[in-house]
């Protein structure tokens, strides 16, 4: 099935690792990714803070171009530009005002006739856990991780409906299908303070340690996330923390897609594990070691 | 109960359910369900010893998990009649065939393997109904407070069985994951109740007083305990209630004003992340255990009895009152009371008072020779009447049947069917005379003539 795709600019920056892992895992799980031509950013939180209206059309543009070309489905790997296209589309739907109010703005004809769906929605339960098996030639075996969903992905639950606002439960099942164990803690949609670390480090940093310790405490030797703003957030701030607080963080903070790219065997560099903060080749190193002796 | 086991007017049938309800106010036929209690009542005289002898031993429901009883057994200590049933899910002897050790020791040969459910109809003049409440299932919508699965996040009724000295820790408050004392404990109020987007709209009424005194039990039996309410308001609206609440605060119980928003363990504790409203802030309190004051809902199997009784519920399935202010005791069909939280949610004395006012209100109903009715009732013109029968399904209330009557015709007597209303039943509604083709029904008081009287004396 052919999804349209709009990658967002993390994807491109900070979330690079983000990007570079969802397509080889879409080619490999025979997902046709087509990214939106002549993409503008959604907004994220900056436009909606600014202006209700401005918020709902920038992501609208978007949508519109993809129904433009006939595509049903629109795939969103950031947790932010799924929130926000989400909340254009079902706008558009419930008001036939909206829908020409914002048609007028973009100055194009929306009808929100296409489903939006983040990407880890798509691969965890419409690709489904079978497939995502199929694929596995390097499982992760034993390798203990904390699922981090974040706030966007769940919340609003009307809005994004996810499959459980404080227990969701899709990427731990992905996880546990590559062969990792997740593990059960408490932060799982927890907000990472993304945007306090900018306006009020000392709230925002709060914020990100209490994630960490939590998944510390339960276990966890790695987060997965699928939100470049949480994973920036988590994975560059370790080291400030642990010399603010005196702890010794050391938790490799991975996108979701990497470590499923990982397992269908693809290589440390084509998904960009150089490019984290808290060093990441090492765990996985170990890791796929781990599951050399238990095959031995 | 013993008392009213013991009168001599009064049939107690435990252990039964109502299958069936026909008739009306006076005559009520109603089917009753004896269920199996595969132990015979007029041979055992309640000694017990069956209940020590069990091998199969399953968690108690009375007390919520929180201990076990034997597969025959008694629900509560204090049940009337003080002699036991053999749970058929659980029994060896009725599952496998295989154990008899109830038989073999029973002084009296009471057992009764072969035991079977009887249906018996009997008829009675009036119906009280008090099936009590349950308890909203909170698991199923309160995600940030663990789904259920951490064990030291209990409810209050959990609690109330720990406290109670003759319960399954014989009085005392532990934390059920490994049975230490508790020295921290948090209370959350409202867990369902006023909250329309996870649980009910409504207030539950009781839990003010209760949480109040729960707190109270654990600073007076706990030494170096603490108690933290979380609330949204305290409503103690009765006598001596806010004075109460006023010495569990003189005690040391701290109360913050505002919701716990997460529950989530860390080590051996629970780490409560919550609101104080008064003061803007936010409280972490690690607690050791979490008592959730969850929302009153009706009896499972309420709307089906209410359906089999013939009365209706309210929107969130309460049995509905005849009128909120003058009568909350009666439902709309006649003969038929309400007692208890069955109505809506109610504490003791509440409950007490209405019991007491529904069973006056039958004795002031059985005083009588005759019926008081209201005059202005549904009247059938037998000579226009075709004995259509389309009033019959129109009527609410039941109060409409066919009769056969006889008249003479050409010099000839016949049989035909008339509609009959029955003036016990009829509540005057007029659904019947709209319904009727021939124009036979009329309701009194308000006849078609009487209303087109009434038009022209406006009109002309």
Known sequence: ?296 | MVAAAQHPNIELLAYSEIEDVKGYIGNFDVTIRKKAKYVDYSKCTGCGLCETKCPSKVPSEYDLGLGKRPSIYKPFAQAVPSKPVIDPVNCRKLVKGKCGVCAKICPTGAINYDDKDEIITERFGAIVMATGFDLFEWEKAYGEYGYGKYPDVITGLHFERMANASGPTGGKIIRPSDGKEPKTVVFIKCVGSRDNVKGKEYCSRACCMYTAKHAHQVLDKIPDSQAYVFYMDVRTPGKAYDEFYNKTLDDGAVYLRGRVSKIYPEGDKLICKGEDSLIGKNVTVAADLVVLATAMVPSAGSDKIAGIVGFSTDKDGWFQEAHPKLRPVETHTGGVFLAGACQGPKDIPDTVSQASAAAVKVCALFSKNEMEADPMISKVNEEKCSGCGMCIPCCPYKAIELKTIQEREHGKTIERQVATVNSGLCQGCGACTAACRPGAIDLEGFTNAQILEEVDALCL
Request: glycine letters at 6%.
């Open chain 1, 1 to 296: 099935m052919k999804y349209a795709y709009f990658p967002g600019c993390s994807l491109d920056a900070t979330g690079i690792e983000f990007g570079l892992s969802n397509k080889l895992v879409a080619k490999k799980l025979d997902l046709d990714l087509w990214e939106i031509p002549d993409w503008n950013c959604c907004g994220a939180s900056a436009a909606h803070l600014t202006n209700h209206m401005l918020a709902l059309s920038l992501p609208a543009r978007n949508l519109a171009i993809a129904e433009k070309a006939g595509m049903k489905v629109v795939a969103v790997p950031c947790a932010a530009c799924f929130a926000r296209c989400k909340a254009t589309s079902e706008a558009v739907k419930s008001s036939e005002e909206m829908q020409k109010k914002i048609s007028d703005i973009i100055e194009m004809d929306y009808q929100a006739k296409a489903e939006i769906f983040s990407l880890l929605d798509v691969i965890g339960k419409q690709i489904g856990l079978e497939r995502i098996k199929a694929q596995v030639t390097k499982p992760l075996n034993g390798l203990k991780v904390a699922s981090y969903y974040g706030c966007l992905l769940v919340r609003p639950p009307k809005i994004v409906q996810s499959d459980d606002p404080e227990n969701p439960m899709t990427m731990d099942n992905i996880m546990a299908a590559i062969g990792a164990e997740p593990v059960e803690w408490s932060f799982k949609t927890e907000c990472c303070g993304a945007s306090h670390v900018v306006t009020k480090p000392s709230v925002g940093k709060d914020m990100i340690y209490e994630i960490l310790k939590n998944a510390q405490i339960n276990g966890a030797e790695a987060i997965a996330t699928a939100c470049p703003l949480c994973g920036l957030n988590l994975d560059m701030r370790q080291k400030q923390i642990n010399a603010n607080k005196g702890t010794n963080f050391n938790i490799p903070v991975f996108y979701f897609t990497e470590l499923m790219a990982l397992s269908f065997g693809c290589s440390g560099k084509d998904v960009g594990l150089s490019k984290h903060f808290v060093p990441a080749e090492g765990l996985i190193q170990e890791v796929f070691g781990r599951a050399r002796r238990e095959e031995a």
